[in-house]
Structure formats: C-alpha cells, structure tokens
C-alpha cells in the first residue's frame, strides 16, 4: 500500500491498524535541536483520546506515547524521529459476523474492490484510530511552529444543525464542553441534539474550524503547490472530512468582487487588510493575515438503526451495527484538523528557506 507518506521536507509516514498491536508515525525532516519529550506529544494524544464522555466510543485506551529514535538528552538529533502507541483495548470479535459484510458509509467495499480483501476488524488502516499518529506527528510540527511564534487551534463550530454565534466566542469554553464548541448556550442546544440522534440509534456530524496565528506572509507556490491546495489534500486526506473551505470559502460565490475584497491599508506602517474574507491567502500564498479554514466532519457511519447492505456474495442484508462506536467524532477529530494544519505549515515553512538567495545567504555565506 502506498500513500502513507505526507509532506516534502518535514515527513511523516503514518503505520499501524485499529486492531494491530500498535499505532505509530515515523517523523523525517525534522530539525536537529528541537526541544521535545514525551509529554509534549502526550497532551495532544489526550485530547483525541476515546472514552472521555458520554459521545464518544466506550473503547479504552491510554494512548501512551513512546519516542523510539531521534531524540536525545531532550533535543531532536535531526534523524527520523520514530513514534509508537501500542493498542491495548481491542475487541476483534465484535467484527466477527462483518467479515464478509459491506458496511455503509465505510471503506469495507472500496477496500475490497482495491486490494481483493480488507481487515474488517474496526477497519485496518481505514480506521478513525489512524489518526492517532497524525496527532502524534502533528504535536511535533506544533512545537517547532511555537518555536517560530506561530500558534495553530481548533475548535467545533458547529455540530448538526447547532451553530456557535461568533459574537460570543469563548476560547476557554471549548475545554468546558465535550463538544469542543466556544459557545456554552450552543453547547447546550447541540447535547440535546445529539442525544436524540442517539435515542434513534444515529449519529451526527459537524463542522472545525482551525485558525493559525502569526504566520509570516509567502508560503505557498502560486502554482499547483498553492497553500490553501496543500491544506485541502492534508485536511481531506483525514477520513471522515468531506469537505474544506478557507476564509469566507463557499459563501464567496454569492458575493460580489467589491464585498469580497479584502482592501489593503497602512496600519502604523505595516501593510495590512483591513477585512479577511480570503482566509490569509491570496493567490495561493499567506498574506500574513490570520489564516482559516473549515472542515465539514461527516456522520459517524457506524450506527444502531438498521441499513440497507449486501455480503461480499451480493446477499441483501438489514444491518444494525453494535459495538463501541462514536455517535459523534467532531469533538475527537478537533484536534487532527489542528495536526494536520500544522504538519502541512511546518513543511511549507522549511521549504520557503530557498525561496530566496538572501536567505541562503543568511545562513552559509561568511
């Protein structure tokens, strides 16, 4: 299987299956001189952790973390940094009577119709677990792009029908909630919705938001490398996302070219917009502005009420899937939108170092 590899300079090669003996990232790129421990990567881990409310999966694992290579005396040595996670919690056999049946809204079909068979045991590497190793690569990147004073953060802004007024936005709500919503009346709205999509045996989706701070102006290529295209293919590559916009994104086709230019203007000598419909990119490239983009969370696929489905022999089935399962992943995937947006920068930001002779310069020439 090929395609577990994302970034140019900054790498990350993601292993592993939901029911395998672990989950794991191996990190190339990464500068020697980093500061970096377990307990960095471990706090963002936690957050994706299951188990932690009522709407998440029941499955149990600590998610602990293990650097294997790539560090020593607290510092990365600039080889590959090397990442495990061990599964501890598995129940295989509640995949038992699946082995030949194609669920809805999963890969179990495309899976087979590819490689001519799958591991139906919680998915393999379909599985939402993989994602454990895009946060735990994604901590690294965050570090280093706190190094350079860029902040990257997530949150949900909307879960069903239930959206966060922007008016009230409340960063320290988002950890008062398990929703992850900036918004507590919203909050409030979106437990009662959720727990009826739960009474009926369904599940709900929503919408992240990641915005990244202080990001200098020129990363990108104005071609097909453009910065929100790097960000598309990172976030999209994320298994429930099914869709992504940046800055003002769909609702720009209902505006007109003088609503939806941002005007540029002089703010105490530095160049600056005065509004931020194009998300902090224009042409491709971070304008320095704030930068945002969105991700549309799909609906957890795994759900008690019964579906139409057929076995692997065309066999028409009525299915009701059982288990540990997320009746909503918006609160889990929070932070893997924040990991992925951060990876993706990281590498870009490495890769804009020879944009330029005076920045080579700056570096070798004596």
């Known amino acids: 299987m090929a395609g577990s590899t994302f970034g140019t300079l900054f790498t990350v090669t993601s292993w592993g299956e939901s029911h395998g003996r672990g989950i794991g990232a191996v990190i190339d790129g990464c500068p020697a001189g980093l500061p970096l421990c377990e307990e960095d990567i471990q706090r963002y881990l936690n957050r994706r952790r299951p188990g932690q409310s009522a709407y998440t999966t029941g499955r149990r694992e600590k998610d602990l973390v293990t650097i294997l290579s790539g560090v020593f005396d607290g510092r990365t040595t600039g080889t590959p940094v090397s990442l495990l996670v061990p599964n501890e919690d598995q129940h295989s056999s509640d995949y038992d009577k699946l082995y030949d049946i194609y669920r809805p809204g999963h890969a179990d079909y495309t899976f087979d119709a590819k490689y001519g068979f799958r591991d139906h045991r919680g998915g393999g590497r379909s599985s939402g677990r993989e994602t454990i190793a895009r946060v735990a690569a994604g901590a690294v990147a965050m570090k280093a792009l706190a190094s350079l004073g860029v902040t990257v953060r997530a949150y949900a802004s909307a879960i069903g029908p239930v959206k966060a007024d922007?008016?009230?936005?409340?960063?320290?709500?988002?950890?008062?909630?398990?929703?992850?919503?900036?918004?507590?009346?919203?909050?409030?709205?979106?437990?009662?919705?959720?727990?009826?999509?739960?009474?009926?045996?369904?599940?709900?989706?929503?919408?992240?938001?990641?915005?990244?701070?202080?990001?200098?102006?020129?990363?990108?290529?104005?071609?097909?490398?453009?910065?929100?295209?790097?960000?598309?293919?990172?976030?999209?590559?994320?298994?429930?996302?099914?869709?992504?916009?940046?800055?003002?994104?769909?609702?720009?086709?209902?505006?007109?070219?003088?609503?939806?230019?941002?005007?540029?203007?002089?703010r105490k000598g530095m160049i600056a917009k005065k509004t931020n419909h194009?998300?902090?990119?224009?042409?491709?490239?971070?304008d320095g502005s704030r930068l945002i983009l969105r991700a549309a969370i799909k609906p957890t696929p795994s759900i008690g009420a019964v579906q139409e489905t057929v076995s692997r022999q065309g066999e028409a089935i009525q299915l009701s899937i059982h288990g540990r399962h997320d009746p909503l992943i918006v609160p889990r995937a929070v932070v893997?939108?924040?990991?992925?947006?951060?990876?993706?920068?990281?590498?870009?930001?490495?890769?804009?170092?020879?944009?330029?002779?005076e920045y080579l310069e700056q570096i070798y020439k004596k």
């Open 166 to 266: 922007p008016a009230v936005f409340d960063p320290d709500e988002t950890g008062r909630n398990p929703f992850c919503l900036p918004d507590a009346d919203a909050a409030l709205r979106a437990e009662a919705f959720v727990r009826e999509c739960m009474a009926r045996g369904d599940s709900a989706g929503g919408i992240i938001e990641c915005v990244a701070d202080c990001l200098p102006a020129g990363l990108g290529q104005p071609v097909f490398d453009k910065l929100d295209a790097c960000l598309g293919r990172a976030i999209l590559s994320i298994g429930a996302v099914k869709g992504v916009e940046i800055g003002d994104g769909f609702a720009a086709a209902a505006a007109t070219g003088l609503t939806n230019n941002d005007a540029f203007v002089n």
């Open 278 to 286: 194009s998300g902090g990119i224009l042409g491709g490239i971070s």
């Open 336 to 357: 893997v939108v924040e990991a992925m947006t951060a990876i993706t920068l990281f590498d870009l930001l490495l890769q804009n170092m020879t944009c330029r002779m």
